[in-house]
Nanobody, 115 residues
Framework: VQLQASGGGLVQPGGSLTLSCAASGIRFWLSAMNWYRQAPGKQRELVAG???????NYADSVKGRFTISRDNAKNTVALQMNSLKPEDTAVYYC??????????WGQGTLVTVSS
């Protein structure tokens, strides 16, 4: 199983980034996909999730700014992040929850929001 996250980088406050996660080795269309993040000195937290039927949920801190989407034909999940704030700075992790209840993690991609 591989979850390859990409798209992180340095962005100014108010800017945008799109993260992408390519999955292999799982039945992607049967899996719920999530983005988590972990800021320095803080616990990992759920940012956004999308079910296999494409229902979405978001952390209160990102509602209205972030959008999660999935492409079952390409086995990818994306996180569009707009109006970024310094407090969004973190390592972002892609997570897959398979239909059998197994959880897989990607390697993380760093997002830094700074002027």
């Amino acid at each position: 199983v591989q979850l390859q996250a990409s798209g992180g980088g340095l962005v100014q406050p108010g800017g945008s980034l799109t993260l992408s996660c390519a999955a292999s080795g799982i039945r992607f269309w049967l899996s719920a996909m999530n983005w988590y993040r972990q800021a320095p000195g803080k616990q990992r937290e759920l940012v956004a999730g999308i079910t296999r039927s494409s229902s979405t949920n978001y952390a209160d801190s990102v509602k209205g700014r972030f959008t999660i989407s999935r492409d079952n034909a390409k086995n990818t999940v994306a996180l569009q992040m707009n109006s970024l704030k310094p407090e969004d700075t973190a390592v972002y992790y892609c997570n897959a929850q398979t239909y059998s209840g197994v959880s897989y993690w990607g390697q993380g991609t760093l997002v830094t929001v700074s002027s």
